[in-house]
């Protein structure tokens, strides 16, 4: 029979260390355990018996906040597993937050948003004073065979049962990275240089809208279909020419399309396209290690993608009291480091080193001429576990995923069979260096690893310069598989992009020796100098 146990004075969970716990059924979900008041400062304990909290919501729009705080809705979607009997008999103050607003207690859902309830609880039907470890974190029962003053928080994503499956685009242009209504315009219209090619464009409109669906919780990437460019560009008056923009073009809008190939629902978006001020008169920001090409000048350049950041973390703290010195920037008069050196200003800089949040950043630089350029990216701050792990994201190729590999020895990786897709969640536990490609460990006291290249904030408090040779290539070691939807084979180019008159078929598998980055596009070298193959077309292990 459970205890009857009166429970008063918990804190709500705060997200400052904590250590990740996948839970099943929710997008990205994730319980996560603070130190409370631990009995031990040990983790990981082999001795004592295991307690496993699992948080699952299932929360619509339409769902109240505040119907998630009760203490049957936290006995409801909060699972005790590993002792029986043992259960949840009582909570503090609990509250739900919003992730992508640092913490911020809600009161009403939006779809596809991520948020966390954060409580703490007692547990009860254990053994009197005795130890336990719960999600690898050790307390000690009272004598009544209670665990009290237990922090946990777990995450879930809103849906909108109106829309589920219906796909649509985000909108990339826009700081918080918002979903387009269907048929809408992207935020801010792109450049384009005349005689530009439709490749380029298509990479382009890539890189400012990206189809995406919501189904039971889950988002997945889609696929863009660019439709006929050609003739969308005709009906405006603009003729393509070997497959490149004409020098009169001035500018234009292209419709894209993506489709759910489950139910078949479709979705459109609108880029609109103008042509380009001479971009070397704006002022240009580099990067430290790439003194060749600017990160930015005028529209122009790649720009930064986002900063993933510890809660609390040195890299975190360096990062709020000097963006700039922290990812070594500089800016100059125009496309040329020996024009002379001028100031770049941070425009805004909200981040909060201690909260867990996604912080819109903003750069400007002015020259002496008045042109300006200014450099916009995320800063994720994401949860740091007290065990030194850290939870962290998987950057790949959208709808694709990184092999997860079994260490041998100093000298060997064996592929385990299993994949982490691009965008999920994982927890880094520790990390190996084999053949000098470094690798993180993924699941926690088991042998599966992933390439740290693979993971966002490798370098989240050190700066690694990539080794590059005096042809601008960054050494990359790996095998890629060849991706090709199309029909027949894949073409390879030159260093230069001149494509060479070789082939390689789809699915077949080569090693790599660099990548470089080519007429703004990213290619792989499988061979020799006259070898590259785009990324677009190649699968990276």
């Known amino acids: 029979m459970k205890k009857n146990v009166k429970y008063l004075g918990m804190a709500a969970a705060a997200l400052l260390a904590v250590a990740p716990v996948a839970t099943t059924g929710v997008a990205n979900a994730a319980t996560v355990i603070t130190d409370g008041n ?165 990479d382009t409109i890539a890189a400012t809208v990206a189809p995406m669906v919501n189904e039971n919780g889950n988002t997945r990437p889609l696929t863009i279909n660019y439709g006929d460019i050609t003739s969308q560009l005709a009906n405006q008056g603009i003729t393509v020419t070997d497959g490149h923009l004409p020098l009169s073009a001035s500018s234009f809008y292209l419709t894209v399309s993506t489709t759910n190939p489950v139910n078949g629902k479709t979705a459109t978006a609108k880029v609109q396209f103008n042509k380009a001020d001479n971009y070397k008169n704006f002022p240009a920001i580099y990067q430290d290690g790439n003194k060749d090409n600017p990160i930015k000048q005028g529209n122009m350049g790649k720009g930064l993608g986002t900063i993933y950041l510890g809660v609390g973390s040195t890299g975190a703290k360096a990062f709020f009291s000097d963006p700039i010195g922290y990812l070594k920037l500089k800016a100059y008069t125009v496309n040329n480091t020996q024009s002379g050196q001028i100031d770049l200003k941070v425009l805004s800089n909200n981040i909060n080193p201690n909260k867990v949040g996604v912080y819109p950043i903003t750069l400007r630089a002015t020259n002496p001429n008045g042109y300006t350029t200014e450099l916009t990216f995320n800063v994720i701050v994401n949860p740091v576990a007290t065990d030194g792990s850290r939870v962290a994201t998987v950057q790949y190729k959208a709808g694709y995923g990184v092999n997860v590999w079994n260490v041998v020895n100093s000298s060997n990786v064996s592929f385990s069979g299993k994949r982490v897709m691009a965008g999920q969640s994982v927890t880094i536990y520790g990390e190996k260096t084999v053949n000098g490609v470094k690798y993180y460990q993924i699941t926690k006291n088991k042998n599966e690893y992933i390439q740290a290249q693979y993971v966002d904030g490798a370098s989240a408090d050190t700066t690694t310069k990539p080794s590059t040779d005096n042809k601008g290539e960054e050494s990359v070691s790996g095998v890629l598989t060849v991706r090709y939807d199309g029909k027949g084979k894949v073409g390879l180019t030159n260093a230069n992009g001149k494509y060479t008159g070789q082939y390689v078929s789809k699915n077949s598998r080569w090693k790599v020796f660099a990548k470089k980055t080519i007429n703004g596009r990213e290619f792989y070298r499988i061979g020799n100098q006259n070898q590259w193959i785009p990324a677009d077309f190649s699968e990276l292990d």
């Not at 009403?108 to 254990?126: D, K, N, R």
């Open 38 to 202: 631990q009995a031990s400062g040990n983790n990981n304990t082999t001795t004592a018996p295991r307690i496993t909290l699992n948080g699952s919501v299932n929360a619509t729009v339409s769902t109240k906040p505040s119907e998630l705080t009760t203490l049957s809705a936290v006995q409801r979607d909060l699972k005790v597993s590993g002792i029986s009997g043992a259960s949840v008999v009582g909570i503090g103050n609990t509250v739900v937050s919003n992730q992508q607003t640092g913490g911020v207690a809600v009161t009403s859902f939006q779809a596809g948003q991520t948020y966390w309830v954060q409580t703490s609880v007692a547990i009860a039907g254990l053994k009197a004073n005795t130890k336990y470890s719960v999600n690898g974190h050790d307390y000690t029962s009272t004598a009544r065979g209670v665990i009290e003053n237990v922090p946990v928080s777990y995450s879930f994503v809103a849906t909108d049962a109106a829309i589920q499956g219906q796909p649509y685009f985000v909108d990339y242009t826009t700081a918080n990275h918002v979903n387009l209504a269907n048929g809408a315009f992207a935020y801010k219209a792109q450049a384009f240089t005349p005689g530009e090619s439709i490749a380029d464009i298509q």
